[in-house]
């Protein structure tokens, strides 16, 4: 089913970025597989995940750094009623066809938002958000968007700090300033530099991501953005800062540039979140669009239930 997949990326454009097979190399090596509903000779969907052991049990879920993955349903030009009656053919299927499981759990694209036929076969669903900024062509209208502290930002990082964006030299570069924003929390980076030098490697190939740092006339580097591509949607996928410098406004300055720096296919440009109160608010500064989507699961065994339970209450 794979080799099959794998095809279908290539030849449909619809298919998400985290739901691509060559994403899916990169950050799950061999750890993921995909089921397949056909109608005749037609793939009309599909369903990628990872597979992880946890206590002994399956767990059917998506790859760090992956914010998203889910079901893909073949776009219909049919009437509303015989869509509807479509992804309920294709969902119910993929939800049957998946292997046996403890646990199932996976973040559904935003433009997902059909889970009915899962809810039918005893799934649950809590709804999250990401912020999402449209019409990217239109820069006067995205300037317009900001917020005035961020477009204060802006200002003073270019005209007070002299900070200027472009291309990290390497990867090392955008990873040392990445990682000093885990430092100054006193946490360890969660994922390893190989981790991501394997996600470059994979988007350098395909022109599918921009590695970019924000560094004043001294030549110091205030902060980084890693951003990904595929179809018309760009994704914020990494970020920080020197902790030191984080007074600057380079943070928003990076980002405005890195959205006015995409390519003209790419019509919206995904923030990937965020739940947490205050980084949400930074990214609806720039006037991005609050876009809800679905984390979907279900739990296939009582035993990992009680397990999954006791684990929470202890880790608190």
């Known amino acids: 089913m794979k080799q099959a997949y794998r095809e279908l990326c290539e030849q449909e454009g619809s298919i998400p970025l985290f739901s691509q097979a060559w994403w899916l190399d990169a950050v799950a090596g061999n750890d993921w597989d995909v089921v397949l509903v056909r109608k005749g000779e037609q793939i009309s969907g599909a369903l990628p995940f990872v597979i992880r052991k946890r206590f002994g049990f399956t767990i059917l879920t998506q790859p760090a750094l992956t914010q998203a993955l889910g079901p893909w349903v073949r776009p219909s030009e049919k009437s509303y009623t015989k869509r509807l009656a479509f992804e309920k053919d294709v969902l119910g299927g993929l939800a049957d066809a998946l292997p046996s499981y403890a646990r199932y759990e996976q973040n559904w694209h935003c433009g997902q938002l059909n889970w009915l036929p899962f809810y039918w076969r005893g799934f649950e669903q809590t709804?999250?958000?990401?912020?999402?900024?449209?019409?990217?062509?239109?820069?006067?209208?995205?300037?317009?968007?900001?917020?005035?502290?961020?477009?204060g930002d802006v200002r003073k990082a270019r005209d007070r700090f002299g900070v200027h964006v472009r291309p990290a030299k390497n990867l090392t570069e955008y990873l040392e300033v990445n990682r000093l924003t885990f430092e100054r929390q006193g946490l360890s980076q969660p994922y390893e530099d190989q981790f991501i030098a394997r996600i470059d490697d994979a988007a350098a190939r395909r022109n599918a991501r921009d590695c970019l740092v924000a560094v004043d006339s001294d030549g110091a580097v205030h902060a980084g953005a890693y951003i990904v591509r595929s179809g018309d949607t760009a994704y914020y996928l990494l970020g920080g800062g020197d902790p030191r410098l984080r007074n600057s406004g380079a943070t928003s300055l990076l980002l405005w540039e890195a959205i006015c720096r995409q390519p003209a296919t790419v019509r919206n440009f995904d923030f990937e979140?965020?739940?947490?109160?205050p980084i949400e608010r930074f990214f609806r500064g720039f006037g991005a669009k609050q876009t809800p989507y679905f984390q979907v699961s279900q739990t296939d065994s009582k035993m990992f239930q009680i397990l999954h339970t006791l684990r929470s209450i202890y880790s608190k």
């Open 127 to 151: 709804t999250r958000y990401t912020y999402r900024l449209e019409h990217l062509g239109d820069k006067e209208l995205l300037w317009k968007g900001l917020q005035q502290n961020i477009r």
């Open 273 to 277: 979140g965020s739940m947490i109160e």
